[in-house]
């Protein structure tokens, strides 16, 4: 099994930064795209950024500008750097990361817990 381990968020004014970070962990034989998810209250679960693992990137355009994804394959984390926050930018980020399990011959899809990004104006 791969477990995924967000960390970084936190209640920031409008136009400051954050720094997601999200290890992945276990039973790991390879990763293929990571990404970051996000769900505010009432509202359904959007894609925020993504990033293959040969460093193909990809964004919301909400974000295009604001935010960068990376990772560090050597140890299974993935990034997201925010900047100049918005209000609107309030909701749980999740790490998203497809991967394939020691003795599995497919690739599944996991989920990080969530962690929460709060934006006051």
């Known amino acids: 099994q791969v477990q995924l381990v967000e960390s970084g968020g936190g209640l920031v004014q409008a136009g400051g930064s954050l720094r997601l970070s999200c290890a992945a962990s276990g039973s790991i034989f390879s990763i293929n795209a990571m990404g970051w998810y996000r769900q505010a209250p009432g509202k359904q679960r959007e894609l925020v950024a993504a990033i293959t693992s040969g460093g193909s990137t990809n964004y919301a355009d909400s974000v295009k500008g604001r935010f960068t994804i990376s990772r560090d394959n050597a140890k299974n984390t993935v990034y997201l750097q925010m900047n100049s926050l918005k209000p609107e930018y309030t909701a749980v980020y999740y790490c998203?990361?497809?991967?394939?399990?020691?003795?599995?011959?497919?690739?599944?899809?996991?989920w990080g817990q969530g962690t929460q990004v709060t934006v006051s104006s």
């Open positions: 998203n990361a497809a991967a394939q399990a020691m003795g599995v011959m497919h690739f599944d899809t996991y």
